[in-house]
């Protein structure tokens, strides 16, 4: 029975940069884009188990502000620098960047058929782009408004488009670019009268109805032929700042200010007649801020804002399954690795968006019995606070095991540097001239002895660097398979420094022999996407993780499945395992224990015992400790290969620093909630 | 996946397709080959494998062949009728077919059924079944007629269920169709009238049947293009004749409503079954193969010659009649599973359905898309249905409807029990109906007050206000005040005028009046009853039961004694229950009569008392209402009729009282607040205490 001491942190971030903008669901290929006020950008592959599969970095002058698909899968978005971005979804990067000069973008909307971009700007203008297969070009622009457009919508012919705008909407035919209608809103809120009403949000239908929601706190249905008003729902005493409508236009979803989350369906006014009518069917509170952005998938409906949370709730009338996958999904961390550690120094590095801090693990003479917290004779030490130079957001970092190389990467440059200790003091020194192939890393990673340095560039290539004393040398440039450019967004070297393992978003993960300079293998592929990847010491086990929960052992001098993954893999995991909803992120192993795989989520930390028979349906998944005083037999009847505990969450790094220290960092919710600004108040007492 | 193979054709050279096809193509005895009966006077037998026949038999000029040749699969000969009456068995060597076998029968034969491992037998066109043997034994035996004499059977087939042979066959009379289940051994039959769409009745329905479990599950392809399932009980429990069978929808449009002929169907195994027909309007005839199960379009094949809409399957081989041809078409299915079509082992076992969270569908609830049901839940309901539908005479809404135009009070009360019994999918927009039907007579017959009925619909727990807005208008005018309180209890979004209304009723003395009334009426209902009123009484009694409680509240309460009889308490409480908007509530208090306010201030207050007399701040009872209802209808009261209450000298003590209660509050309120702040700080210590810090070394045994 290992006894850990266990160093944890409580690692903090600026959350009220994380808080979610927009949303878009992508029905062709059922993913999720997801913006922060921070710019960056996140896409959620929803067929593979809600997994964060891409991401763009953010950049501190670009707010996005609105998020749309066109062309089929092709992802742009607009911000308050006035420019439209498009994004590569295979090399993870911004393709261009088009100023649209009309001042802030708040709004834009593609056309039903996905030719056609419109964005609204500050200055009152309406610009129409269309999209050509490399680039979009500016078309027209419609009549030019009095103040700034906040949303648009097309109908879904594309022949008009709604915009909401300060007090009122306007309805535009597309072939003219003119103005047809001009539908005026009601300032008017309980009674108060309120300054302005802003249309956050419009919704166009085939028949010509067009629904609203505005910062009163309503949602109001327009009939655009006549430009006269349908209905009003009165839902929130707060805006009502999001809506989005199901492509069958059956039921629609708005999000209020308040954090509450309203469906409306279109339901027959009683058995007999045709007649339907828009009622306001579910509420659901889910978020305790603003909900700034809504989106309707065929099946679910998803909703984000300020709390972080991206929030997925299916519809139960449309799972036809009633599985796990039915379940509410709550994202609310990063499904990557923002921490690395060195083992050897015992120093952790955090990223954050503009900055990296290294810190170094307290120590303790004391020793105790499970469960306590010793008394610390040494705290831990903020070594290191590196800012990075520019707007942009860091992608990945890195520091090596013997804590004297970090690396870190943005959008457009790459640094490594050098530190020294001297006894207290630590000097920092850049590594100037960096090549020019290595512009821009998705990851990093530094060799077991710290003598090299793995960089996977978004071009789909990977670089090994060799370290000398302040300098390096370029080693060999793996290329990528022929006719891809698909990043590889996860690096593993195993210990012995002889093997490397690169995974994709896509395209499986590939075993590189360091020693020949060669592809070694392709690991079978599998459907899922892999979220974590390891390579367990001496036997050279590369055990990989996907997002559908599945946990993999290949054996990479074999180059095959090893006999425990077959084992498992015949059984089938426990249920409970798979209906987990974080997946691994950091898988480490004990340099003692070779049976064992120590491997978390975001809610647990597990310890694979591959010693011991592995769980069916029946067992118990999650036994924690089990009373000293049972029998033997019982425990041996009741342990199984899966330890699990559950002490530290939400858990965003975990790792071994020698045989008989784990770090641990937690990340308590409460902390961001404290982080974000205050909600909207309400009363709790009666006066 | 299921898959129909390479097509080819057997020359039918010899064979006169007539206009309406062949009779028959059925099995032999050697595996691979078949005999096929055309509309004249030949049977050849095929090889399907060499595409050629092995040998052709022809009757005499003159004569016609009436059923198609069947196989004697335990002799090995072959058996056919011509003109009816003449039975004919030969075997491979014979040429001529009018030296063989001959037997001369004393009725016209319909078919003769035969597969495997038993004697053929003869179905005669009256109904009557003989065995082969049996027959030949003595030809011209005296043949009983079995089915009335207008019924013509349609189609028929035989089954082997446990070693036992079955024989199904279907007849027609002025459009009506009934199903016999004859079972040999033990000399049953069963008769079964087919309730099948009103538009069937012209066209003839396409039938194919199979055995699953102890029901036949007969499958029809009826003329608006669906496929429905009946499922016909093999062992019939009760002797009793003519049980009705509902059919269930099991595929929606696979052929084109318009064709008229030439579609047919046949049961390919236990989730597939073959189509044959134009699945759009214009379109071509097309063979179609559907999953049941997942209700989708496996795959299909066009035949552009049309065909004589027949189709027959034998042994994994699908034959028709495609132009002048006969196809054959091999049919394979091989076994899949759906992890082997998604390639995936994430679903070892479905998670149990215990975890999920019960959810309202709103699209079923209001009826609004009853034909998505998905295949299993049409499966389970179509078995339900069969239990009930067995039970005789169970009234579908629309008879009902006419019933409540016309009948009795008591028959309509009779009736609805029935209704009620079972439970369709669509129960709450045929509950709406039923409500609507009653209420539409009430207001055009005075007299006519359902009550029982109304009661039992109210207690179905589908009603709401906007489902029959009539309903409460009724009962007022009826001043029903028992029926008003269930509405108030059970409708979620009563209007506010209404609940005033029910108000202003409940605070007037009519209702004083009517004390001694009521309670003679209710005692009828409890003790005068037959058994079968059960469900009402006990409600009733339940309903009478509440004033008793509250009766009791006031004795074991002696702070003041209740300023209203404990029925009329029980009433107004329903009434602090209702859900109400303040906007909407305020103008129609305002109508109150000022006696009645004070009354009902008086009460409000009494409550309060009582409320404030324990901890726990609640009032005993089963259902009562809470500090919070009570405290908003004494605010919402005095904010109406404050002047009014100003004026009245008997409410001076109680405004007073009021007023210092009030005070009392805000102190208690302001004092709330003040502490908050300090809880909260209390809270934060707490947390302290179980946080670990921004850094700590914790000892951890793992495992």
Request: proline share 5%; hydrophobic share 40%.
């Amino acid at each position: 029975m290992p006894i850990f001491n266990l160093s944890s942190f409580s690692k903090r971030l600026k959350d009220k940069e994380w808080g979610i903008r927009c949303v878009a669901y992508n029905n062709q290929s059922n993913r999720l884009a997801v913006s922060r006020t921070d710019g960056t950008v996140e896409i959620y592959n929803l067929s593979a188990n809600y997994f964060q599969e891409k991401f763009f970095p953010g950049h501190e002058s670009r707010a996005t502000e609105a998020l749309c698909w066109a062309e089929g899968q092709r992802l742009f978005s607009a911000g308050l620098n006035g420019e439209i971005l498009e994004y590569d979804l295979q090399a993870l990067n911004i393709k261009y960047a088009l100023d649209a000069f009309g001042g802030p973008i708040w709004s834009m909307a593609a056309s039903p058929s996905g030719s056609q971009l419109v964005v609204g700007c500050e200055d009152g203008s309406v610009k129409l782009f269309e999209v050509t297969p490399e680039k979009i070009q500016f078309a027209r622009n419609f009549d030019r408004q009095k103040s700034r457009i906040l949303s648009l919508s097309w109908h879904p012919a594309g022949t008009h488009i709604a915009a909401g705008s300060i007090d009122y909407i306007s309805v535009f035919d597309v072939k003219s670019g003119s103005i047809i209608r001009k539908m005026v809103l009601d300032r008017q809120h309980l009674g108060v009268t309120k300054s302005r009403c802003i249309v956050w949000g419009v919704a166009f239908l085939s028949d010509g109805t067009v629904i609203s929601v505005d910062s009163v706190g309503k949602v109001q249905l327009w009939d655009s032929a006549t430009g006269t008003l349908v209905k009003s729902h009165l839902i929130a005493n707060a805006d009502v700042q999001s809506i989005a409508v199901a492509d069958q236009e059956d039921s629609f979803v708005v999000g209020t200010a308040e954090g509450t989350v309203f469906h409306f369906q279109l339901v027959s006014v009683t058995s007999s007649s045709s007649e339907k009518q828009w009622v306001r069917t579910k509420p659901f509170q889910h978020h305790t801020h603003d909900v700034r952005t809504v989106a309707h998938s065929p099946t679910a409906l998803i909703s984000g804002g300020t709390d972080t949370h991206l929030v997925i709730r299916p519809l139960m009338e449309k799972v036809e399954v009633k599985n796990y996958d039915a379940a509410l999904r709550k994202i609310t961390f990063p499904h990557r690795r923002l921490i690395s550690c060195s083992k050897r120094r015992q120093l952790l590095l955090f990223q954050f968006a503009h900055h990296l801090e290294l810190w170094r693990l307290g120590s303790t003479l004391a020793t105790g019995k499970n469960g306590d917290t010793l008394p610390l004779s040494k705290n831990a030490d903020h070594l290191l606070h590196l800012k990075t130079k520019g707007p942009e957001n860091i992608i990945c970092s890195c520091v090596s095991q013997c804590g004297s190389w970090i690396a870190y990467s943005t959008a457009s440059r790459f640094f490594l540097y050098r530190l020294k200790y001297e006894h207290d003091n630590i000097s920092l020194q850049r590594v100037s001239k960096m090549p020019a192939f290595l512009q821009s890393a998705v990851h990093i990673l530094f060799s077991e002895d710290s003598r090299k340095l793995f960089v996977a560039s978004n071009q789909g290539s990977l670089h090994i660097l060799h370290l000398l004393e302040g300098s390096f040398k370029h080693l060999h440039t793996f290329q990528p398979q022929s006719g891809t450019v698909e990043a590889m967004c996860l690096l593993a070297v195993s210990p012995d420094g002889n093997w490397l393992a690169a995974s994709g978003t896509s395209a499986g993960v590939h075993v590189y022999d360091l020693n020949h300079l060669k592809l070694h293998c392709t690991v079978p592929a599998y459907n899922f996407p892999v979220t974590a990847l390891a390579i367990a010491p001496n036997t050279n086990n590369l055990v990989i993780a996907h997002s559908d929960q599945q946990v993999f052992e290949f054996s990479i001098p074999d180059k095959q499945y090893t006999d425990w993954s077959r084992a498992v893999q015949k059984q089938g995991f426990h249920q409970l395992w798979l209906q987990r909803d974080t997946p691994i992120t950091h898988i480490s192993f004990h340099p003692k224990r070779p049976m064992h795989i120590l491997l978390h989520d975001a809610y647990m930390f597990c310890i694979i015992d591959k010693a011991l028979p592995l769980p069916n349906d029946k067992t118990v998944l999650y036994n924690p400790l089990p009373p000293k005083n049972e029998s033997d037999v019982f425990l041996r009847r009741t342990a199984h290969a899966f330890k699990i505990s559950k002490i530290y969450k939400p858990l965003l790094f975990m790792d071994l620093l020698d045989e008989r220290t784990l770090v641990a960092v937690e990340r308590p919710l409460d902390d961001i909630i404290a982080q974000l600004p205050p909600p909207i108040k309400k009363k709790k007492f009666g006066t | 996946m299921a898959a129909l193979e390479e097509e080819f054709t057997l020359s039918t050279g010899v064979l006169s397709a007539g206009p309406e096809g062949f009779l028959g193509v059925e099995q032999s005895d050697k595996a691979d080959q078949f005999l096929v009966t055309d509309s004249g006077r030949t049977v050849v037998l095929y090889k399907v494998s060499d595409q050629k026949p092995l040998g052709s038999w022809s009757v005499k000029q003159g004569q016609t062949i009436t059923c198609p040749a069947v196989c004697n699969f335990q002799t090995g000969e072959y058996i056919v009728v011509h003109d009816q009456k003449v039975l004919r068995i030969w075997n491979n060597e014979d040429v001529n077919l009018d030296k063989v076998f001959k037997a001369t029968l004393s009725a016209e034969v319909h078919r003769i059924h035969s597969v495997q491992k038993t004697e053929p037998l003869v179905l005669f066109q009256r109904g009557a079944v003989r065995g082969l043997e049996a027959l030949l034994a003595e030809p011209q035996q005296n043949i009983e007629a079995v089915i009335p004499d207008e019924e013509v059977i349609k189609w028929s087939e035989f089954f082997m269920v446990f070693k036992q042979p079955v024989l199904i066959f279907i007849t027609e009379k002025h459009g009506n169709y009934f199903a016999y289940v004859q079972l040999c051994k033990s000399h049953s039959l069963s008769k079964y009238t087919l309730l099948l769409g009103k538009e069937e009745k012209s066209v003839k329905p396409n039938f194919t049947a199979r055995v699953d479990g102890k029901f036949i599950s007969l499958v029809s392809l009826s003329s608006d293009g669906c496929i429905y399932e009946t499922l016909i009980p093999i062992y019939s429990s009760d002797t009793e004749k003519n049980h009705r069978l509902i059919r269930a929808l099991m595929l929606k449009a696979v052929v084109s409503g318009a064709a008229r002929n030439g579609t047919a169907l046949t049961i390919l195994d236990q989730d597939h079954v073959a189509v044959l027909g134009p699945p759009l309007p214009a379109s071509k005839e097309c063979l179609s193969i559907w999953n049941v199960k997942f209700q989708t379009l496996q795959t299909s094949k066009e035949l552009p010659q049309g065909t004589s809409g027949q189709l027959w399957y034998h042994g994994e081989i699908l034959f028709m009649l495609h132009g002048k041809c006969l196809t054959v078409i091999p049919y394979k299915c091989e076994v899949s599973s759906l992890a082997g079509a998604l390639g995936k082992l994430k679903h070892t076992q479905e998670s149990d359905p215990h975890s999920m969270p019960h959810f309202v569908d709103w699209e079923t609830c209001s009826g609004y898309d009853l034909g998505s049901y998905s295949a299993d839940q049409s499966r389970t309901l179509r078995r339900k249905k069969i239990e009930t539908n067995l039970q005789p005479e169970v009234p579908g809404s629309k008879q009902l409807l006419s019933i409540i135009k016309n009948d009795s009070e008591k028959h309509i009360e009779v009736e609805l029990r029935k209704f009620l019994a079972k439970s369709t999918p669509d129960f709450h927009t045929k509950i709406g109906d039923v409500v609507a039907g009653l209420l539409g007579r009430c207001k055009a017959e005075p007299s006519f007050y359902p009550r029982n009925c109304l009661m039992q619909l109210i207690q179905t727990r589908v009603l709401s206000y906007s489902l029959c807005p009539g309903l409460m208008e009724i009962a007022l005018e009826h001043t029903d005040v028992q029926m008003l309180q269930l509405c108030l209890q059970q409708f979620p979004d009563i209007p506010e005028s209404t609940t005033c209304a029910c108000l202003k009723l409940f605070l007037s003395d009519t209702i004083q009046d009517e004390k001694k009334e009521m309670k003679e009426q209710t005692e009828i209902v409890q003790n005068g009853f037959s058994p079968e009123d059960n469900s009402c009484s006990k409600d009733d009694q339940q309903l009478n039961k509440k004033p008793g409680d509250a009766a009791k509240e006031t004795t074991s309460f002696p702070v003041t004694s209740c300023p209203v009889t404990p029925k009329r308490a029980a009433l107004i409480n329903a009434v602090l229950h209702s859900a109400y908007s303040e906007a909407f509530l305020l103008p129609h208090l305002k109508d109150i009569p000022a006696k009645h306010i004070t009354l009902f201030l008086q009460y409000l207050y009494f409550l309060y008392l009582k409320c404030s007399g324990n901890a726990t701040m609640t009032l005993p009872g089963i259902s009562p209402p809470t500090l919070s209802q009570i405290m908003d209808w004494i605010c919402l009261l005095l904010d109406a009729n404050f002047t009014v209450v100003l004026m009245i000298p008997d409410a001076k003590r109680l405004l007073l009282n009021l007023y210092k209660f009030v005070k009392s509050q805000i102190s208690v309120y302001s004092e709330l607040n003040k502490i908050e702040v300090s809880f909260r700080e209390l809270q934060k210590l707490n947390q302290d205490k179980s946080n670990r810090g921004l850094y700590s070394i914790e000892v951890l045994e793992l495992f």
